[in-house]
C-alpha cells in the first residue's frame, strides 16, 4: 500500500489567474473606475492620432474668423489668430500626455533602483539616498524648472526633466517601503539558500510584487505633470508658444479675458479631465489593490 | 437561587462580507451571576470574542445581531445608544487581549483612565487624579504617582494590561469581560494578572466573563465553564465537573491535548490531536458542527442539530452521544 | 524630542549644503562664459573683470564656492541686472508670499480637515461620496485654471474684487480685497489633499484597538472620534503637510503670477525672464533654504504632536 496519498483529482488552480480574475471583477464593479480608464484611453488616443483626428492644423490661422464662437466648423470657436481652438486641443494633448507618461517613466527609472538599494540594503546607504531624497524635495517642480530653463532654455524637455525629477522622491519612498517589507519574506531567505544573489534577488523576487503599488502611484504622479507641464507652459518655462499646449493656450487666453473668456474655459476642462480621470483610475486601482476590500 | 445578573438568550451574529454572510454566532444562550466567574473556552474563530463583544454592541455595523441580552432587567440589545453608552463602561466593561494596542498612544495612562471617572461619576479632575492613583495601586502598579503622567509607550505589556484593568473597574462595575487578557503576555506575568483578577473578584465582587482558548487559565480562576464550537455552545459545567467529567468528544480532546508531564510509568502518552478542521461558517448546517471530527459520529449526528441535554446535575452538552470513555 | 531634533537639524544642513552646492553648479553649467552670465549680461572687459575678480572666477570650483556661500551668509547675494541687491529685492519681496502661504494654510486646515473627519465618519454615506468627489476634483483643478475662473467671475463680471495687485497689510481691508482670491485658489487645492489625507487618516484611526476601548468605555461618540481619533490622526496629517510645502512653494508662484501680486514667487519668473542669472541664482538659493526650514518647523510640530518622540 503507497505511503503518499491518492490524487484526488480536484482541479489545479493558478493562483495568479485567479488572482487577475478577482482584480477584473473588482475593478468592474466600480464604474467611476472603469470610467476614467475609458476617458485616458481616448486620451491617448487623441494624442497619438493627433494628425488625423484635428479638423484643422492647430498653427493655421485665419484672421477672417477671430475670435468665434462655436460654429458647426469650428466645434470650440478660434482664438485671437482665428486659430481652430479644438484641434489646438486635440494637439495639445500630446504635449501633456508626452510630458505626463515620459516624466513619469523617467522617475521611475531613476527612483525605484535607488528605493530598492536603500531599503535592501539599509545602514549608510540608505542615509545616503534619504539626503539625496531630501535634496531634491527641496527643489519644488517649479523651481526645478526655472533653474533649469536658466541652463537649457524652456522646452518640452525642460518640463520633462522638472517635473521627472521632482516625482522621484515620492517613488524613492515607496519602492523603499517596500523592499523594506517584502524582503521579510520567507521566500527571500529561500532563495538565498538556493544560490541566488542580491541582484536576482532584487530584481526576480522583490521587484515584480511591487509592480501594483507602483501603477498606483504612476497613475497619482501622471496627472500631477499633466497639470504641470500645463502650469510651465502657461509660466513660459515649457512648450513654448506658437507650438499647441494646453498651458500655451491658457497664457493666450489670459490677455483676452475680458472680450473671449471661453478661451480660458475649454483648455482648462481639458486638463481637468484628464488629471481626473488619471486620479480616478488611480483611486479604484488603489482600492481594489487594497487587501481589506471585500468588494 | 438570586437572579442571574445577566440573561443572554438566543444570541446570534451574523457578518455580510462580500462572499456572503458569516454566521460566526447561533444561537448562544447562556448566564451570569453576580460575583459569578464563568470561563468561555474555545479555538480562534469559534465565536467566543465576537458573542461577547455583542454584548454592548461593540460590533461593527456590518454585523446583524438578535436575540437578546437582559442585563439588570434591560435588553441591552434594544436599548437606544445613549442609555447603552451609560452601561459600557459603568456597569459591564472590557478588558481586551493587545494592551499596547488598545491605550491611546496620545494620552497618558491618568488621562485614560479619568476619562471614565469624568464621565460616569462626574468626578472633577482632581478627585479623578487622586481615584486613579488608587486604582492603579489597586491593580498593584509601583509608583503609580508618577505612572499617571506617562504614556503607555512607556510601559511594559504586563503594566499596561494592568492599566486596562484600573480603567475597566473604575466605577465598580457589576461584570468585567476579559477578552483573551493574558494571551499576548509572557508566561511569568500572566500569572499576576490572573491573581489580580482573582482578586478583583473577592475584593469588589465583580462577575468576570474571562474568554480565552487556554484551558489551564480557566481551570485557575473560573467558577463555571461554557466550551464554545463553530458559534455553538458545545458544553457547560461547573469547573471542576467539566474536568473531571468531559462529556462533550470536542472537550475530551481539548482536555486530551493539554500537555502533562511525563509521570514514568509505561510509555509515554502521545499528545492527542483532534484530526480535521473547524467547519466554514457560511452555513448554517442543519447537523452538528464537529461531526466531521468526531470520532462518535453517526447518521443522526450529521443530520441534525444536537439540542442541550442535562446529562449529569448542572452539566449540559449538545452532543448525541455524550460520555466520558476515550473519543 | 531632544535627539530627534538634533539629528533632523543635522540632516537639514547636510541638505541645504547639498541644495546649495547644485544650486551652485547650476550656474556654473549655464553656456558660455559665466561672468557674463553673472554680470548680468554686460560685455564690457572691465566689468567683467570686476565680475571675475569678485567671484574668484580663476580660482579652482571649491574655492569659488566656498567664497560664494561666505557672501552669501553675509547677506551678499550679488547684484541683478538692474544693479539692484538681489539679497535686497529677496527680502522686500518674502513677507508678502509669506502673508499668502499662511492665509492659504489656514484656508486649507479650515475646510480640509473638519471635511476629512466628516467623510471619515460618514464612510460610505452620500456626505461621505460628495466630500471625496469634491477633494478630487479640488486635485485635479489646476490652480491657476482656477485662478483665472475665479478672476473672470469676480473681477471682470462680478466687479466685488480686484483681478490683481497687492497692498500692504498696513491698509488690512485692502490686503484682505486682493489676498481673498489668492489664498481660496491657493488654499483650495492645498485643503483637496489635506481632505484625502484626513479621511485616509482617520479611517485607520477609527479602526483601531483604542477606539473599540474608547466606545467600551461609554464615551460619546464625540468624543470618540474629534478626542480619540482626531489627536492620532492629526500626527499623520503633520508629515504630509510637511511633503506639501514643496507644492506650497510652486503654488505661491503661480497664484502670484495670475494675480499679479509682486512677491517673492512673481520674482522668480521674471527672473527667467529677463534672463537674470545672479538674481535666478539668489531666488533658488533662498527658495530651498526656505524649505529646509519650514520642514523644520514642521518636524518640531511633529515631535510635539507625538508623544512617543516627545517623551522617551
Not at chain 1, 522617475?107 to 539616498?129: C, E, Q
Not at chain 3, 547675494?77 to 527680502?91: K, M, N, S, Y
Not at chain 3, 461621505?128 to 475665479?150: E, I, K, N, Q, R
Amino acid at each position: 500500500m503507497s505511503a503518499l496519498a491518492e490524487p484526488t483529482g480536484a482541479p489545479v488552480v493558478d493562483p495568479r489567474a485567479r488572482r487577475r480574475r478577482l482584480l477584473r471583477r473588482r475593478f468592474l464593479r466600480r464604474p467611476m473606475a472603469v470610467a476614467g480608464l475609458v476617458v485616458v484611453l481616448a486620451f491617448v488616443v487623441m494624442a497619438i492620432f493627433a494628425p488625423w483626428l484635428a479638423p484643422f492644423d492647430p498653427s493655421a490661422t485665419d484672421f477672417n474668423a477671430t475670435f468665434a464662437h462655436g460654429t458647426a466648423r469650428h466645434l470650440l470657436g478660434t482664438d485671437e489668430f482665428g486659430r481652430d481652438q479644438l484641434s489646438r486641443i486635440i494637439w495639445g494633448a500630446r504635449a501633456s500626455m508626452q510630458v505626463g507618461f515620459l516624466s513619469t517613466l523617467l522617475a521611475m527609472g531613476i527612483a525605484v533602483p535607488l528605493g530598492m538599494v536603500a531599503g535592501y540594503y539599509r545602514g549608510w546607504i540608505d542615509t545616503v539616498i534619504a539626503r539625496v531624497t531630501d535634496v531634491l524635495l527641496s527643489f519644488p517642480f517649479l523651481i526645478l524648472a526655472v533653474g533649469l530653463a536658466a541652463i537649457l532654455g524652456a522646452s518640452l524637455l525642460n518640463a520633462t526633466l522638472a517635473l521627472g525629477i521632482s516625482a522621484v522622491p515620492a517613488f524613492i519612498r515607496i519602492a523603499r517601503g517596500e523592499t523594506l517589507a517584502l524582503r521579510e519574506e520567507d521566500y527571500i531567505p529561500a532563495a538565498v539558500v538556493n544560490g541566488a544573489n542580491d541582484a536576482t534577488i532584487i530584481f526576480k523576487h522583490i521587484l515584480p510584487n511591487m509592480t501594483s503599488t507602483l501603477l498606483v502611484q504612476a497613475t497619482v504622479t501622471i496627472p500631477g505633470a499633466i497639470v504641470g507641464e500645463a502650469v510651465l507652459s502657461f509660466l513660459g518655462l515649457g512648450v513654448q508658444p506658437p507650438k499647441p499646449s494646453w498651458g500655451t493656450m491658457l497664457q493666450d487666453a489670459q490677455q483676452y479675458l475680458s472680450q473671449a473668456p471661453r478661451l480660458a474655459v475649454y483648455p482648462g476642462l481639458a486638463i481637468v479631465l484628464a488629471a481626473l480621470a488619471f486620479n480616478v483610475l488611480g483611486d479604484g486601482l488603489r482600492d481594489i489593490l487594497d487587501p481589506r476590500t471585500t468588494r | 437561587m438570586p437572579a442571574p445578573l445577566l440573561e443572554v438568550a438566543d444570541l446570534s451574529v451574523r457578518f455580510d462580507t462580500d462572499d456572503g454572510p458569516v454566521h460566526a454566532v447561533d444561537r448562544m444562550s447562556f448566564t451570569l451571576g453576580q460575583g459569578e466567574v464563568l470561563g468561555i473556552v474555545g479555538e480562534s474563530g469559534c465565536g467566543k470574542s465576537v458573542t461577547c463583544m455583542s454584548l454592548v454592541r461593540l460590533l461593527p455595523e456590518t454585523a446583524t445581531v438578535s436575540g437578546s441580552v437582559v442585563f439588570d432587567g434591560r435588553d441591552l440589545l434594544a436599548l437606544p445608544l445613549r442609555r447603552l453608552r451609560q452601561v459600557r463602561g459603568r456597569e459591564i466593561s472590557y478588558v481586551f487581549q493587545e494592551p499596547m494596542t488598545s491605550l491611546n498612544p496620545v494620552f497618558t495612562v491618568g488621562h485614560q483612565i479619568g476619562e471614565v471617572l469624568r464621565r460616569h461619576l462626574g468626578l472633577s479632575r482632581s478627585s479623578a487624579r487622586a481615584r486613579a492613583i488608587e486604582l492603579l495601586r489597586l491593580v498593584r502598579i509601583p509608583a503609580a504617582d508618577r505612572r499617571l503622567d506617562e504614556y503607555p509607550h512607556q510601559l511594559s505589556g504586563g503594566m499596561r494590561q494592568r492599566v486596562m484593568i484600573a480603567i475597566a473597574v473604575a466605577c465598580d462595575p457589576k461584570v468585567l469581560v476579559a477578552d483573551e487578557p493574558t494571551t499576548a503576555l509572557d508566561v511569568t506575568i500572566q500569572a499576576g494578572i490572573l491573581d489580580l483578577m482573582r482578586d478583583i473578584r473577592e475584593r469588589l465582587g465583580t462577575a468576570i466573563i474571562l474568554i480565552t482558548h487556554n484551558l489551564g487559565v480557566v481551570a485557575d480562576v473560573a467558577d463555571r465553564v461554557l466550551v464554545m464550537y463553530a458559534g455553538r455552545k458545545a458544553e457547560e459545567a461547573p469547573v471542576a465537573e467539566l474536568f473531571a467529567h468531559p462529556q462533550h468528544p470536542y472537550t475530551i480532546g481539548l482536555l486530551g491535548a493539554i500537555p502533562r508531564p511525563y509521570e514514568g510509568e509505561g510509555t509515554r502518552a502521545r499528545l492527542q490531536e483532534i484530526p480535521g478542521r473547524v467547519p466554514s461558517l457560511r452555513e448554517l448546517p442543519q447537523a452538528c458542527a464537529f461531526a466531521d471530527r468526531c470520532p462518535r459520529a453517526d447518521e443522526l449526528t450529521r443530520s441534525e442539530i444536537p439540542p442541550l441535554r442535562e446529562v449529569r446535575p448542572h452539566h449540559v452538552v449538545a452532543c448525541f452521544h455524550p460520555g466520558e470513555d476515550g473519543a | 524630542m531632544g535627539g530627534f531634533l538634533i539629528r533632523r537639524t543635522g540632516a537639514a544642513l547636510v541638505v541645504l549644503v547639498a541644495a546649495s552646492m547644485l544650486v551652485f553648479l547650476g550656474v556654473r553649467a549655464i553656456p558660455g562664459d559665466p561672468a557674463i552670465a553673472l554680470g548680468a549680461e554686460n560685455r564690457d572687459p572691465a566689468v567683467l573683470a570686476a565680475v571675475r575678480h569678485k567671484y574668484l572666477l580663476d580660482k579652482p570650483l571649491p574655492v569659488q564656492y566656498g567664497h560664494w556661500i561666505w557672501l552669501a551668509l553675509h547677506g551678499d547675494l550679488g547684484v541683478d541686472q538692474r544693479e539692484l541687491p538681489v539679497a535686497h529685492t529677496i527680502v522686500t519681496r518674502l513677507p508678502i508670499s509669506l502673508e499668502l502661504a499662511l492665509l492659504s494654510m489656514l484656508v486649507a486646515t479650515l475646510v480640509g480637515l473638519p471635511a476629512g473627519v466628516i467623510a471619515a465618519v460618514r464612510r460610505g454615506k452620500p456626505s461621505d461620496y460628495a466630500v471625496t468627489a469634491v477633494a478630487l476634483v479640488g486635485l485635479s483643478v489646476p490652480h491657476f485654471w482656477l485662478g483665472l475662473l475665479m478672476i473672470i467671475w469676480f473681477a471682470v463680471d462680478l466687479h466685488w474684487l480686484p483681478a490683481s495687485g497687492y497692498v500692504s497689510v498696513a491698509h488690512p481691508l485692502a490686503n484682505f480685497e486682493h489676498m481673498l482670491m489668492p489664498a481660496l485658489v491657493l488654499g483650495a487645492g492645498l485643503s483637496a489633499v489635506l481632505m484625502r489625507q484626513m479621511r485616509s487618516s482617520m479611517l485607520n484611526s477609527l479602526g483601531a484597538d483604542y477606539v473599540r476601548t474608547a466606545r467600551a468605555k461609554g464615551l460619546s461618540e464625540w468624543s470618540v472620534v474629534c478626542h480619540h481619533a482626531f489627536r492620532n490622526s492629526l500626527i499623520t496629517v503633520t508629515t504630509v503637510m510637511g511633503l506639501q510645502l514643496g507644492a506650497l512653494i510652486s503654488g505661491v508662484v503661480i497664484t502670484e503670477t495670475i494675480f499679479g501680486i509682486a512677491g517673492f514667487g512673481r520674482l522668480t519668473i521674471d527672473a527667467v525672464n529677463q534672463r537674470d542669472y545672479t538674481l535666478i541664482q539668489g531666488v533658488v538659493l533662498v527658495s530651498a533654504a526656505a524649505y529646509v526650514f519650514a520642514n523644520l518647523l514642521v518636524d518640531v510640530v511633529y515631535s510635539l504632536l507625538n508623544p512617543r518622540i516627545r517623551v522617551t
